[in-house]
């Protein structure tokens, strides 16, 4: 019996930490390249890292946390874990390409979700995502919507 068909869209979520080496880039384009799958999900690094389109497929070397344990520790404010990325991606359903994807900044407060209010946390999240980004040929964008749009360049 087939654990897979053709067609099937195969997420990859692994535990990865903040920063990226080699190895993560190897294992993520490798697990595309030769085990065909649509979406690598990494997840832990708290904070949101570097997003790669490779090979038309997409690569989420950190979604950061969605909601947190870490509210009102010290020390880290220049991370600003206050925010966090709804992320939305839109898939060719046979063939697992990326056609779109689309950022939601959002901010955590008091262990709870809403969109930011100030204008300059969205641009600061949008500037820092994209210079993250841009060793992969990927670029984020922010529209007039006030959501990141992720491309690749």
Same mark, same amino acid.
């Given at each position: ?37 649509? &979406?690598?999900?990494?997840?832990? #690094? ?6 790669? %389109? ?5 690569? !989420?070397? *950190? ?44 901010? &955590?407060?008091?262990?709870?979700? #809403? ?6 946390? %969205? ?5 820092? !995502?994209? *210079? ?22």
């Amino acid at each position: 019996m087939a654990l897979r068909r053709p067609g099937d869209l195969v997420v990859v979520s692994i535990h990865w930490g903040y920063h990226i080496p080699q190895e993560q880039k190897s294992l993520a384009r490798a697990l595309i390249d030769k085990a065909g799958v649509s &979406i690598i999900h990494g997840h832990s #690094s708290h904070h949101p890292r570097a997003i790669e %389109i490779y090979r038309d497929r997409l690569i !989420l070397y *950190g979604c950061g946390d969605f909601l947190n344990d870490y509210e009102g520790i010290g020390g880290y404010e220049r991370y600003r874990d206050d925010l966090a990325l709804m992320y939305f991606a839109d898939l060719d359903p046979t063939s697992g390409s990326l056609h779109a994807l689309k950022l939601i900044p959002l901010q &955590i407060k008091n262990f709870r979700l #809403s969109i930011p209010t100030w204008w300059r946390d %969205i641009e600061w999240l949008q500037q820092t !995502l994209d *210079g993250r980004c841009q060793q992969f040929g990927t670029r984020v964008i922010l529209d007039s919507e006030r959501q990141l749009v992720v491309y690749r360049a």
